[in-house]
């Protein structure tokens, strides 16, 4: 797996796009993983069993998730438990990943 972490509206898909050379029709590129994640929040799954579900079918893919620990805290309870899940969650993929990219303003880092 391939896993590109990044700001909402961080450039993440054209960097898949032109620095990877993934094609999003055709390529297995997965773009909605937050919301994936978001659903096994609210069902009740611990985040070790929705990395664990996530990684298993996305293993030979790329994913992209939205990086939300480093913008305001949420005022709502549930909010900041979502954030703390979903970082967590992340740390997970990022360690099961073959590779791993960070982008900002449209330019990745490979950290992995």
């Known amino acids: 797996m391939i ?13 898949v796009k032109e620095y990877l050379n993934y094609n999003f029709e055709k390529d297995n590129v997965i773009n909605d993983i937050n919301v994936l994640a978001e659903e096994m929040f609210e069902s009740g799954m611990d985040y070790e069993t ?10 030979v ?15 709502d309870a549930s909010k900041r438990d979502f954030r703390e ?12 990943s073959d590779e791993v990219y960070r982008v900002i303003c449209g330019m990745g ?4």
Request: glycine share 12%; charged share 20%; hydrophobic share 45%.
């Open 85 to 96: 899940w979903m970082g967590r969650l992340q740390i997970i993929l990022a360690k099961k």
């Open 3 to 15: 896993l590109v972490i990044g700001g909402h509206s961080s450039g993440k898909m054209d960097f």
């Open 109 to 112: 880092q490979k950290i992995k």
């Open 50 to 59: 929705a990395a664990n579900n996530i990684y298993a079918r996305c293993r």
């Open 61 to 75: 893919k790329i994913v992209l998730t939205d990086e939300i620990g480093n913008g305001i805290v949420p005022m």
